[in-house]
């Protein structure tokens, strides 16, 4: 737990000027928002109820963590929880089938060829495109989860894929020369060679697996989930609340990454590359 | 061969690449036989076929005809009675430079603490103390090959393959590891086919050259290096003997030219 801490406290940690030029930014983007806003009200526009204040959607923030909805009881961080559960299951089962099925395909030409044709017919298809079929037959929890399945399988097996190809043929030949049977080759060279490359797989199918997890959610009836939240609250029109679980969305897809991307670079710095 | 025993045999080696459209003879009635211990380099014109040479003694790559003995025991495939060395290093990016050395140990399942102690010695051997624990990307060229020359070492093989080990270096660090590998090679007594395109090298190392002729590669001619070490490239020994091999090669380095011209012009007129 402890090292999550500082793996978070890493991926935020920046230089200064990086950190003025970001609050300045920030800054720039919310007084626009709020002139937007001034403008709407001040010209009694229809549109205003949809452009709450800055400070409004702050508020909203706060409070979506306190007061319980009044529908199902629920409070932000339970819809969190069920968003982070969905995720979660989808990367696990992603993780477990692309990586065995990257290895074989980039090891052996038989299982590419067998395998390329049923990726190359599944791979155009977006995930959302499952999303009826899935919830109705998996349900509101585990059909999400299966969209986001689909979100983060794709960029792992091509990334393993890629990796066990590009694994350089002269530290295959070293390994022969110092003794290595197949198995060696395999758990010594090709194996550490093509880590990188998931890495990068997994974070790619992570960001696209938040992608998904919000339109699967929005379709969803119960359940919770952060998709679910927006898409609860736009019903009843409360566009402070939206607001709010947008921002969520936001900040939750740019932890996950940066928490990826870290994991990442001391990935590269323990194994020594770059 | 001072009566030494023989340790590498090749006899009559063919080897014949088959590409799309043509086929290339790489060799073609390559015999030599290289002796326990000693020191023996190979020179010839680029794509004569000395890595090939080298690749099958090593295992790497199928002959198409003839023999091949290491010890007495027939040639099948790789294996760590053979070390080589490579050109390009070919250290493990994601492995320190005592894992690297250790390689070979672990694949062999000898326990850690004896692996520590095998990779400790070696690492003492070509000066690499306080860099155990470096990744090669940290590592200079000559200190990179330090590594490649310890971790074929490690697995005490019989013969050690080096493929112009030192063809990445700069001309100071190339000197000094030429020097280096003449006392790790005093140390070890292994047998050593080394090679190279440099006359210098080659003479500063070897107790026989070996030249190759233009491919299809085979023996041109063996000079002996009867000169006692450590060599001076100014002596006029060294110089005579250097001037010797030129020869022989200058002749080779004429028909790789001439060929490649009429290479070219074939390819231009088609
Ligand atoms: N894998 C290969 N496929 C086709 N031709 C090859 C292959 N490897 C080497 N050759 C050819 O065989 C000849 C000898 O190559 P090589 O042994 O690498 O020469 P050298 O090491 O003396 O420069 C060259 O003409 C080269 O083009
Ligand atoms: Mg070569």
Sequence with gaps: MLSLVKLVKGAIALNWRQLLLGALSLAIFVSAWQMYSWYLNANVSG??????????????FVDSFVTPAGTDGLVMSDHIIASLKRIFMGFVIALSIAVPAGLLMGSYITAEGLGMPIVEIFRPIPPLAWIPLFLVVLGYLKGPAAIVFLGIFFPILFNVILGV?????ILIDAAKTLGSKKRHLFLKVVLPYTTPYLMTGIKVGLGIGWMCIVAAEMVGKYGGGVGFYIWDRSDIGQWDYVFAGIAMIAILGILTTGVASQVERRLYAWMGMK | MDGHEVDIRMEALLKVFKEETREIVALKEFSLDVGDGEFVCLLGPSGCGKTTVLRIVAGLETKSGGRVTVSGVEVEGAGSNRGVVFQEFALFPWRTVRKNIEFGLEVKKIPPHEREAVSSTFIDLVNLEGFENAHPHQLSGGMKQRVGIAR???????????????????AQTRNLMQKELLRI??????????????????????????????????????????????????????????GEVLEELDAEFAKTMMREMTDASVQHKA
């Design chain 1, 47 to 60: 549109y205003a109820a949809y452009v709450p204040y800055p400070g409004e959607v702050a508020e909203a």
């Design chain 1, 165 to 169: 190809k590009r694994v350089d043929p």
């Design chain 2, 185 to 242: 090679w005093s140390a070890t007594r292994k047998t050593i086919l080394f090679v190279t395109h440099s006359v210098d090298e080659a003479v500063f190392l070897a107790d026989r050259i070996v030249v190759m002729t233009a491919r299809p590669g085979k023996v041109k001619r063996i000079i002996p290096v009867a000169l006692p070490r450590p060599r001076e490239r100014t002596s006029s020994e060294f110089i005579s003997i250097r």
């Design chain 2, 152 to 170: 074929a070492l490690a697995n005490d093989p019989a013969v050690l393959l080096m493929d112009e080990p030192f063809g990445a270096l700069d």
